[in-house]
């Protein structure tokens, strides 16, 4: 991976497969199981082999890299001057994924050639909260930056929303986004958000309920602590709508996540196979079983490791064992299983039964801001680069290259990338 100087602080990253034209043979990006990779070189310094350091669920990492400076809804907070040259030259990363080889097993998808990307899913009011650390039962602390509290859109549904969006623009193909508006004053500015994303949001439904909250207590190092307030992600109707099913039925791939009730999930997991349409399942969201019947309709499930531990029951401690465990999946009826592994990367088991493996790419300035969302980005990235017909390699590294960006910067939605910096 060669990162190169840009004007307007933008950074282009491309993968350039064994042999970099103008980078000699350095290090891998990551460590542990999966070291394997290139190594990054930006502004004067080389990136080091990366120990384990902090770890999130979309399977990216955070080395000792110059730190970069904190990004939200548009504001910086302060650096210092060496810190902040890198940041600038991070901000507005720009991410080329390319091989130098084809991978010679194809992406399978089997949803309408041309169609929408759907996302059916929660949308939330994140309140971002920083802070030193938590305080103690009778303890009264102030926040790590007086300005912090600010509301910023987010849930997972609307994450992976954006996203799709964002990565798909200028492609031709749109994203659609079905969700569950509140009834209070932050409906309006989530609605304004995902309008001027370009998402189709017209078969949205209105509920009795204020809108769905998340208050994100963020630390320093960029780990955070989520308390989820369920509100309008939790009113669907008992029933799915004409519209909704029409949508289904002409997507090119359906997400879906455990924000919202499971009834909606299974039923539209129901329609979407019936009609041929991949479903990608994340895991995450409330921590609940899932049905046989559910699994059998799913293209691929997505979980992190702690989360496949938790849903066959079996140790995921070692790739061997992680591979076991997703085979357990594929014999309840799932075909593929994506799973992230944080500083690790990711790994595929797919329904040939052939693992596929990517590595975590470095973050942009070297220095984790906000994990906020980068599953979701991760995910919708994977799919986006599925429906568009790539090699399943390929579409881990977008994704790894997508997610790798969102968490060098503040919040959810507002630090999702654009296709413009994550081209093929």
Same mark, same amino acid.
């Given at each position: 991976v060669a990162l190169a100087g840009r004007p307007a602080a933008m950074l282009r990253l491309r993968v350039l497969g064994a042999a970099a034209s103008t980078a000699a043979a350095s290090p891998p990006l990551a460590t542990g199981r999966f070291a394997a990779g290139p190594a990054v070189a930006a502004y004067?310094?080389?990136?080091?082999?990366?120990? @384990? +350091?902090?770890?999130?669920?979309?399977?990216?990492?955070g080395g000792a890299l110059p730190p970069a400076a904190t990004f939200a809804a548009g504001r910086s907070s302060a650096a210092t001057a060496g810190a902040a040259a890198a940041a600038a030259a991070a901000a507005a990363a720009l991410v080329s994924v390319k091989s130098s080889s084809r991978d010679s097993t194809a992406a399978r998808c089997e949803g309408r050639k041309g169609g929408? &990307?759907?996302? &059916?899913?929660?949308?939330?009011?994140?309140?971002i909260v920083e802070i030193n650390r938590f305080p103690k039962r009778g303890e009264t602390l102030n926040t790590r930056t007086p300005d912090t509290g600010v509301m910023v859109p987010g849930g997972k549904g609307a994450n992976q929303a954006v996203a799709a969006a964002r990565l798909s623009k200028g492609t031709g193909r749109k994203a659609q986004f079905?969700?569950?508006?509140?009834?209070?004053?932050?409906?309006?500015?989530?609605?304004?958000? $995902?309008?001027?994303?370009?998402?189709?949001?017209a078969a949205c439904g209105r509920s009795d309920k204020p809108s769905g909250q998340a208050f994100i207590f963020l630390e320093a190092d960029g780990h955070n602590s989520i308390l989820i307030v369920g509100g309008s992600n939790v009113a669907w109707p008992k029933d799915i709508s004409s519209d909704l099913a029409t949508r289904v039925r002409g997507a090119s791939a359906v997400l879906l996540q455990r924000e919202i009730p499971e009834y909606v999930n299974e039923a539209v997991a129901e329609i979407a196979h019936a009609a041929g349409v991949p479903v990608i399942q994340d895991v995450g969201g409330e921590e609940r079983p899932f049905s046989d019947k559910i699994l059998r309709r799913l293209t691929y499930i997505c979980p992190n490791e702690t989360e496949l531990e938790r849903l066959t029951g079996l140790p995921t401690g070692t790739e061997e064992q992680i591979v076991v465990a997703a085979r357990q999946l594929q014999n309840r009826g799932v075909k593929n299983v994506l799973v992230? $592994? +944080?500083?690790?990367?990711?790994?595929? $088991?797919?329904?040939?039964?052939?693992?596929? @493996?990517?590595?975590?790419f470095a973050v942009p300035g070297g220095r984790v801001v906000d994990t906020t969302g980068a599953g979701d980005?991760? @995910?919708?990235?994977?799919? &986006?680069?599925l429906v568009e017909g790539h090699p399943l390699q390929e579409c881990m590294r977008f994704a790894a290259a997508a997610g790798s960006i969102t968490v060098s910067r503040m919040g959810a939605v507002p630090s999702l990338p654009s296709r413009d910096e994550c081209p093929f």
């Open positions: 004067g310094y080389q990136a080091k082999p990366m120990a @384990r +350091g902090w770890r999130n669920s979309a399977g990216f990492s929408p &990307v759907l996302v &059916v899913g929660s949308l939330n009011a994140d309140i079905v969700c569950q508006f509140g009834n209070d004053a932050h409906a309006k500015t989530l609605e304004t958000v $995902l309008l001027d994303n370009g998402l189709d949001i992230t $592994l +944080g500083g690790d990367g990711s790994l595929l $088991l797919d329904d040939t039964g052939k693992v596929t @493996r990517q590595a975590a980005c991760f @995910r919708a990235a994977f799919t &986006v680069a």
